[in-house]
């Protein structure tokens, strides 16, 4: 049995939980998120316990990883409908940052031009200062999804530490060139 997915998901007082077939929406007061779950794995609602619970139908090695996954994403919707997910994302460089205007991430990092990416629904964008990101929203997914975007485009250079990492993120520093010194 998997360790994870034997886990029953408790649901909070603020949360609702429906399921529907293989259709489970899971409401809090953060938002509502929605998910389809295999038809390899059960999803069952013990109102008792008040509590999500995860069985699979047969232990082949497929069910077997569905299982653990099903279960882990129902506590990661439980805990975004309640708390809710965040990712700081920071640009280190000389004249970099990050503007907002709209729906729109402008980034100026080191390029010609300033890199524009539009903000998916579901994500919130904040910008205390130009050099620190910090993207919010009830999805796990799609918040971390769109971090690795906005990061992406100007990774962190191992050589002189610019560019963009996550918070929390230690970029290894590498050494430059060694020069011989002397005749060749």
């Known amino acids: 049995m998997s360790r994870i997915g034997k886990q029953p998901v408790p649901l909070p007082d603020n949360v609702q939980a429906k399921i529907a077939k293989r259709q489970i929406?899971?409401?809090g007061p953060k938002g509502t998120l929605n998910f389809e779950h295999h038809p390899q794995v059960t999803v069952k609602l013990d109102q008792d316990t008040k509590a999500l619970l995860v069985t699979r139908r047969s232990d082949s090695k497929f069910s077997r990883s569905l299982h653990g996954l099903t279960r882990a994403l129902l506590a990661?919707?439980?805990a975004g409908v309640t708390k809710g997910f965040e990712r700081v994302v920071l640009i280190e460089g000389i004249g970099y940052g990050a503007?907002?205007?709209g729906r729109n991430l402008v980034l100026n990092v080191g390029f010609a031009r300033p890199a524009?990416?539009?903000i998916p629904d579901g994500v919130q964008v904040e910008l205390p200062s130009p050099q620190r990101v910090i993207f919010s929203g009830v999805d796990?997914?799609?918040v971390n999804d769109f971090a690795a975007q906005v990061r992406l485009v100007r990774r962190a250079d191992p050589y002189h530490q610019k560019g963009m990492r996550y918070e929390g993120e230690v970029v290894r520093r590498k050494v430059g060139?060694?020069?011989a010194s002397g005749p060749v």
Request: proline share 0%; glycine share 0%.
């Open 25 to 27: 929406t899971v409401s």
């Open 99 to 101: 503007v907002l205007q």
């Open 140 to 142: 796990k997914q799609i």
């Open 116 to 118: 524009t990416l539009q």
């Open 177 to 179: 060139k060694a020069f």
């Open 76 to 78: 990661n919707m439980v």
